[in-house]
């Protein structure tokens, strides 16, 4: 499958578009299931993308009870339900991404993605070896097991140099991440000269929160918020945990991540300041 877009967004998108079609020609999800002889909860599983898999039969007999008689319209619904069958790259790293729909699932087709990383660089913006030395610093694990993690997070950086639909980033790193050493002083220096280089692509900016800054709306609590070029696709907030991480769409709590990013970002070194700033550190460790 293309790399570019979601199963998960995908099936997000049409359970959607089912919800909107059946509110259009003014049935409840009892309606339906009466009409089709289905049980209630068949129909918002459908319509919340519980089910994976949507058969072309119940989608063909949605369609017909809604009116959809248009056939651009019924082939965009189908195709929307046989790309949501497919497994993304990330299916070859199950044992590595936590969760039913994992970060990777929703990168894939977010079109801006910003970030507030409190300990380590953005795991989009690291290098092998300074995502090995992380791994390294978790519970013990084997060699190939790490392998495949520090694999699984290179992996995930091609959405922001692909050749078409790059992802935008906004990443805001707290200075304490870069004060931290992970591994050797050689590892650090590797990663300050990789932040430095991918922090000139038009579509990456890289700020630095200080510590100088004191206290702050986001004080403590990396997250992630993703926005999706389709309007009917919400924007989601991540936040990681030691357990799984955790997907946030309720409108009025993603506004008040939107509302501590955008403090936080104000809070923060310019981008040529932040430059500057992890130059200055990076003469630090040569010393």
Not at 232 to 239: F, G, H, N, R
């Amino acid at each position: 499958m293309a790399r570019n877009y979601s199963p998960t967004v995908r099936r997000r998108r049409l359970g959607t578009q089912l919800r909107r079609l059946r509110e259009d020609a003014g049935y409840k999800l009892s309606d339906v299931g009466d009409a089709l002889g289905w049980a209630r909860a068949k129909v918002g599983r459908l319509e919340t993308s519980e089910l994976k898999t949507v058969k072309n039969g119940d989608l063909d007999a949605l369609l017909r009870l809604y009116g959809v008689e248009d056939p651009a319209a019924r082939e965009s619904l189908h195709q929307l339900a046989r790309e949501a069958k497919h497994k993304g790259w990330w299916w070859r790293y199950r044992d590595v991404f936590r969760g039913r729909e994992p970060l990777p699932d929703f990168e894939a087709e977010a079109s801006q993605i910003r970030t507030y990383e409190v300990a380590t660089v953005p795991g989009l913006l690291q290098t092998p070896e300074y995502a090995e030395a992380v791994f390294r610093g978790g519970r013990y694990t084997s060699a190939e097991h790490i392998q495949r993690q520090v694999e699984a997070r290179m992996e995930r950086r091609e959405i922001l140099q692909r050749h078409e639909g790059q992802a935008r980033l906004w990443a805001v790193i707290d200075e304490a991440a870069l004060r931290r050493p992970i591994g050797s002083a050689e590892i650090m220096r590797t990663q300050f000269e990789y932040l430095l280089r991918i922090g000139q692509l038009p579509n990456i900016d890289i700020q630095v929160l200080p510590f100088a800054a004191g206290a702050h709306a986001a004080l403590g609590r990396p997250f992630t918020i993703l926005d999706f070029p389709e309007s009917q696709d919400p924007t989601i907030v991540y936040t990681d945990s030691v357990g799984a991480g955790q997907f946030e769409e309720d409108t009025g709590e993603v506004a008040q991540y939107v509302a501590t990013f955008s403090d936080v970002q104000g809070a923060s070194l310019s981008t040529v300041a932040s430059a500057q700033h992890i130059e200055g550190v990076l003469s630090e460790e040569s010393e």
